[in-house]
T-cell receptor, first 115, second 117 residues
Framework: NAGVMQNPRHLVRRRGQEARLRCSPM?????VYWYRQLPEEGLKFMVY????????ESGMPKERFSAEFPKEGPSILRIQQVVRGDSAAYFC?????????????FGPGTRLTVL | AQSVTQLDSQVPVFEEAPVELRCNYS??????LFWYVQYPNQGLQLLLK??????LVKGINGFEAEFNKSQTSFHLRKPSVHISDTAEYFC???????????????FGSGTRLQVQP
């Protein structure tokens, strides 16, 4: 049973470009979460999605950031017009979303570097 | 709102010595508690979790943690550490979806465990 997949593992962008990060949840999981880890800090929640729905985006910056989880295909975190402060590790997690459990399983992360 | 405090940013320890990594949380509702480990340049791996029931929770790699509701703590322990335990350890909390309407995890800032020979 494959775990959570993220690609690319490393992404380099110049200021002003777009970054697109992909996440494929574990088989059977319909809930996806995105977190950001700045250097020397813990993970901060960004957004929680189910198929075709954004459930909680309280941690998303108001501008330039968007996320989707289409009916088919991976979840996408999109950052437009990247700035140096966007350099971080972005982690995706998934869960089955069943009542009584909130265990989230994490992918290996995408490390974004903005030059 | 929920928050997690990991009191020690770094914990150096000698191989085969015991270790305790401290975690305190605050929450106005019942919580689920987790410890994750992160090896260099890797994702987070679940060590153990407390959802309900017995307050002493056993996890992988010989780790265990005890939920103490009165002290709002969930400290992680291992009786004898190995070099391979060197990593970053994160404590995290979430509330039940029914209470909070949210599933997001709130993480502490992490504790770097450095096991020395």
């Amino acid at each position: 049973n494959a775990g959570v997949m993220q690609n690319p593992r490393h992404l380099v962008r110049r200021r002003g470009q777009e970054a697109r990060l992909r996440c494929s949840p574990m088989k059977g999981h319909s809930h996806v979460y995105w977190y950001r880890q700045l250097p020397e800090e813990g993970l901060k929640f960004m957004v929680y999605l189910q198929k075709e729905n954004i459930i909680d985006e309280s941690g998303m910056p108001k501008e330039r950031f968007s996320a989707e989880f289409p009916k088919e295909g991976p979840s996408i975190l999109r950052i437009q017009q990247v700035v140096r402060g966007d350099s971080a590790a972005y982690f995706c997690a998934s869960s089955p979303g069943l009542a009584g459990t909130d265990t989230q399983y994490f992918g290996p992360g995408t490390r974004l570097t903005v030059l | 709102a929920q928050s997690v405090t990991q009191l020690d940013s770094q914990v150096p320890v000698f191989e085969e010595a015991p270790v305790e990594l401290r975690c305190n949380y605050s929450s106005s509702v019942s919580v689920y508690l987790f410890w994750y480990v992160q090896y260099p340049n890797q994702g987070l791996q679940l060590l153990l979790k407390y959802l309900s029931g017995s307050t002493l929770v056993k996890g992988i790699n010989g780790f265990e943690a005890e939920f103490n509701k009165s002290q709002t703590s969930f400290h992680l322990r291992k009786p004898s550490v190995h070099i391979s335990d060197t990593a970053e350890y994160f404590c995290a909390v979430s509330g039940s979806f029914r209470d909070t309407g949210r599933r997001a995890l709130t993480f502490g800032s992490g504790t770097r465990l450095q096991v020395q020979p």
